[in-house]
């Protein structure tokens, strides 16, 4: 039975997400060009790909009745939103968190976006967001990650290389699904930052494009 996941990625959610990953780029992150995720998720995104857990920075394009949650949590301002899970079987792990934490998820949506190295494909399963508000945390299995953790895009100008800690507020309403592993990427209380090892120090705010502040950290 899964006790704990791995933290797959961190959701930045903005109301522009190619201007949020302009900023990105201007701070010296390799970012994935943006992309629109199928006509019935009506959300687009673009990508920092990291050696563990990556970060996506996402927005509502159209207007459709599964990404009501990501509007209603856009109201609150842009910031760090959403947090994913990692899992090989979407389908069990679902039914394994209600077991466990007694926690309903949202039955598992199958989509997918094009990119030009190929169509990338996902499933995910979005847990109750009564249980965590403020938030939207899900499962997500990745069937082509092939074409998303690719070298060039893990290359960055600033040295990026880990994603060793997400800092959010509502960090302790998460943790009954995220894992504790010390190897892995830890989810922390504290003001919207996310902490990444890197080849220097440096501190980027990012809060006024997309309500978060990054830490480099030389490791």
């Keep these: 039975m899964t ?29 994935t060009p943006f992309s629109r995720h199928s006509a019935s998720m009506g959300t687009g ?20 009745p599964a990404n009501a949650g990501w509007r209603g949590l856009l109201e609150k301002g842009a910031g760090i939103r959403g947090i994913a899970l990692r899992t090989a079987d979407v389908e069990v792990t679902s039914r394994e968190i209600a077991e466990k934490t007694g926690i309903a998820a949202e039955p598992v949506r199958h989509f997918s ?11 995910v399963a979005r847990i109750d967001t009564a249980s965590t508000p403020g938030f939207q945390c899900l499962a997500c299995q990745h069937h082509t990650p092939e074409l998303l953790w690719r070298p ?13 800690s997400v800092s959010t507020p509502g960090a302790d ?6 894992s ?23 501190h980027i ?11 480099l950290v030389r490791a």
Excluded: W
């Design 3 to 31: 006790s704990f996941l791995p933290l797959d990625h961190v959701i930045i959610l903005v109301s522009d997400p190619q201007q949020a990953g302009a900023a990105f780029g201007e701070a010296g992150f390799t970012v």
């Design 45 to 64: 995104n673009c990508c920092i790909m990291l050696e563990s857990a990556y970060i996506e920075i996402i927005g509502v394009v159209d207007v459709t």
């Design 113 to 123: 976006r094009q990119t030009d190295d190929g169509e990338l494909r996902f499933s």
């Design 152 to 164: 060039e895009l893990m290359r960055h100008a600033n040295g990026a290389r880990r994603l060793v």
């Design 173 to 178: 309403m998460l943790q009954p699904f995220a």
């Design 180 to 202: 504790a592993s010390p190897t892995g990427t830890a989810l922390v209380k504290g003001r919207n930052e996310l902490i990444i090892a890197a080849s220097d120090n440096r």
């Design 205 to 215: 705010d990012l809060r006024e494009i997309c309500g978060t502040e990054i830490s």
